[in-house]
């Protein structure tokens, strides 16, 4: 009896510990955990392994496979806290309650450049985005084209689950822009006489020409007023856009000979598209552009980022010599 007695009690404080006694995380942090799909038991019994994330991976094992976890594996991110019990991590991981992760991203120039950004939080790899999202079908299945498709995708912080697929983030993303699109913002639009698309457009090479943001209004404002007198809007970044070449930090005569539908010195009115992914300050920025009289601008000549604007050829030019100046004080000649 006092055998039995003692087996006794040692097993009952055994499972007492297995089950209540701290064994993730011990002295560490809240972590993230994934499980991509596919995952065997035996997979996740190596990840917290190799990962140091179990304290005593033979007493996780033995109830999670009492609970049947070994067969109801659920790919995901999941957040094993600090000191979790066997028990807790167990329920956690056989629950499938993913932890949603924070898929991030601002600037791009094209749609192309996506893939990359998203596969980085994302369970899927880029190749398999680009697959999805590069499809000559998927910009119409979204109301969009090939060339407009960019504008789907306002820059933002947006909740998901990590096993989520390429074509469920695209549906969440469209979500995300008809939120944006609220009917006050699509009453602005048409005040002005642009769609959300030709916003869209116009408010990319806004950002494609200002590096000072209190500026984008007043720049929204001298594009508008060339747009509804029918002067081209001859806007530098659209001519870079174009060249396809980046590194371009003056524009020449030469870049305004390019024989293309971006070419804003060439042809009148916007372009087919964005030339970059504008972001939620510059979209606001043509909503509520500043009503003036400039419909010319310069670049300051003390390289500060700031711009002079104009209401007369006159002062435009020579407000253009004092920067041509600059520049070939500086010896910057392309």
Known sequence: MIVFTIMLSSFAFYTWQMIFTPNIQVDGYDRQ???PKGSTFKDVQNALHDQRIVNDLVTFSFLAKLKKYDRLVKPGMYILRKDMTNLEAVNLLRSGAQTPIKLTFNLARKAEELPGIFSKY????????????????IPGFYGFDSLNFISMFIPNTYELYWTETPKQVLDRL???????????KIRKAEEIGLSPLEVSTLASIVQGEVSQPEEASVVAGL?????????????DPTLVFAANDFTIRRVLNVHKQIDSP????????????????????????????????????????????????????????????????????????R
């Open 33 to 35: 955990f994934a499980i």
């Open 174 to 184: 469209k979500l995300e822009y008809d939120r944006f699109w609220s009917a006050e």
């Open 223 to 235: 594009y508008i007023n060339r747009l509804k007198r029918g002067i081209p809007l001859q806007a």
């Open 122 to 137: 994302m369970e899927f790899d880029s190749l398999e985005m680009a697959d999805v999202m590069l499809n000559d079908t």
């Open 262 to 333: 971006y070419n804003t010195y060439m042809y009148e009115g916007l372009p087919p598209g964005p030339i970059n992914m504008p972001s939620i300050s510059s979209l606001n920025a043509v909503l509520n552009y500043d009503k003036h009289n400039y419909i010319y601008m310069c670049a300051k000549d003390d390289f500060s980022g700031y711009h002079v604007f104009a209401s007369t050829l006159r002062e435009h030019n020579i407000n253009a010599g004092k920067f041509q100046a600059a520049l070939n004080r500086e010896r910057i000649y």
